[in-house]
């Protein structure tokens, strides 16, 4: 039903990793420059333009699986205790997305030394080449000392690196890093403020014709993201994306606009990537700063899908869902004749999912209470009336929908916890 809808996978790739890098000023570009890194010693290797695509792919996502800030930073240290947990976190969400089950195998495997060829195996599994080479990219990415000059800084990393040769890397790969490492642009691209659009340029990814499958498995790896940073919303996603599909049904949208509802409500809450997940977690009020921060989320959010050619209507439907109809909302203080009805849909059915779930503070509400919050919001002039109706008049269908993507997303979190626990 989405045929149509012609998504560059770097751009829905790259918007991603972006927003997983903001939690941090420490992180801005790591993604990328480990992506850009892998790249060029993939294609100094002579590997084929698919493989270094992969790489490219895995080095934008690698650290996917590492979800609070702590574990965040401690992957910038050259070397770590357990690893090996955000590795695996980061393969399990992956493999989900059929279309990158060679991409999670090479993640999955990114912290694996190579041990004079024993890191060709791990745990009895085969580590893929790729995964080496992300493993190079990485330590190459986080000995930059980003306050000081990258060209005063080649032959020190270049000590460290080759010091560890055989050790945790293979020695194809550490000589393939030297001959890049004498030409100064390879520096000057990795810690160039435009890594982005040079990646783009330099290993073209394809455009690829997001089948409905595609943009729905994708957008849904992404919610998961987005929501396992803590228990308090690890199924918020999938629940708004079951909720406002099902009112859009309702309210007559289409299939194919239904597809869409459901890919927004997947995504509404990107920006929340960078909202360290020590403050969804808290326990007890959030400070002003912490509310404040908390406040960007819709925001991020708008600006991150922004990046993402073909998305426009899925973008309105699924950042606008703080605005309210009375413009008191943020941060765009739209008012009702401004909003379109997809968001105002959504608006909807994030407060509902919200109201119902459990959180750090407070216990979800029933029912019932959940209904009257809704209806006094919209006697407010907060929500639109006519979607609360559509819920109420609805509220079994609706609300069993909401259920049964939740509970289906509850057992996919705790299968992760305990995964990538062992
Ligand atoms: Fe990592
Ligand atoms: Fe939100
Ligand atoms: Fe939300």
Not at 334 to 345: D, K, V
Request: glycine share 6%.
């Amino acid at each position: 039903m989405l045929k149509e809808l012609k998504i560059p996978l770097f751009d829905l790739v790259s918007c991603l990793s972006n927003a997983m890098d903001m939690v941090n000023p420490l992180l801005v570009d790591h993604h990328k420059q480990v992506a850009y890194i892998a790249f060029r010693i993939a294609r100094e290797l002579g590997f084929s333009q698919e493989q270094q695509q992969e790489l490219v792919l895995a080095g934008f996502l690698h650290d996917i699986g590492a979800l609070s800030s702590a574990e965040k930073l401690q992957a910038l240290h050259f070397e770590f205790d357990n690893p090996q947990k955000h590795a695996e976190l980061g393969y399990l969400l992956l493999k989900m997305h059929k279309p990158f089950s060679s991409i999670s195998l090479i993640i999955r495997y990114h912290h694996t030394p190579w041990q004079n060829g024993k890191g060709t195996e791990y745990n009895g599994h085969p580590v893929p080449f790729g995964s080496h080479i992300l493993y190079l990219a990485d330590r190459v990415a986080i000995s930059v000392d980003r306050r000081r000059e990258i060209l005063d800084q080649v032959s020190g990393i270049m000590d460290k690196i080759t010091s560890k040769t055989g050790e945790l890397f293979p020695a194809e790969l550490v000589d393939a890093l030297k001959s890049l490492a004498d030409k100064e642009y390879f520096w000057c691209d990795v810690t160039s403020n435009n890594i982005g659009p040079i990646i783009n340029r330099v290993a073209t990814l394809p455009i690829i014709e997001q089948g409905v499958i595609d943009l729905l498995s994708l957008a849904r790896v992404f919610a998961h993201i987005i929501d396992f940073r803590s228990r308090f919303t690890a199924t918020h996603s999938s629940g708004v994306a079951a909720t406002a599909t099902a009112l859009a049904r309702f309210a007559m949208f289409n299939e194919r606009e239904c597809d869409m509802m459901t890919v927004a409500g997947y995504l509404h809450d990107l920006g929340k990537l960078a909202v360290p997940a020590e403050v969804l977690e808290k326990p007890g009020k959030l400070t002003d700063e912490e509310y404040n921060l908390m406040r960007h989320h819709t925001y991020l959010t708008y600006r991150a899908l922004q990046t993402i050619n073909g998305l426009e209507t899925i973008n309105n439907w699924a950042s606008f869902h703080h605005e309210r109809i009375n413009g008191n909302g943020y941060p765009f203080h739209q008012t009702g004749e401004e909003l379109p009805l997809g968001s105002r849909i959504m608006a909807v059915a994030d407060v509902f999912t919200a109201i119902t779930e459990d959180r750090p503070y407070r216990k979800g509400m029933s029912d019932q209470s959940a209904i009257h919050v809704l209806q006094q919001m919209a006697d407010g002039y907060a929500i639109d009336a006519n979607v609360v109706t559509l819920l109420r008049e609805h509220f079994d269908d609706i609300n069993n929908a909401r259920k049964t993507a939740q509970a289906a997303s509850k057992e996919e979190y705790e299968h992760f916890m305990s995964a990538s626990n062992t």
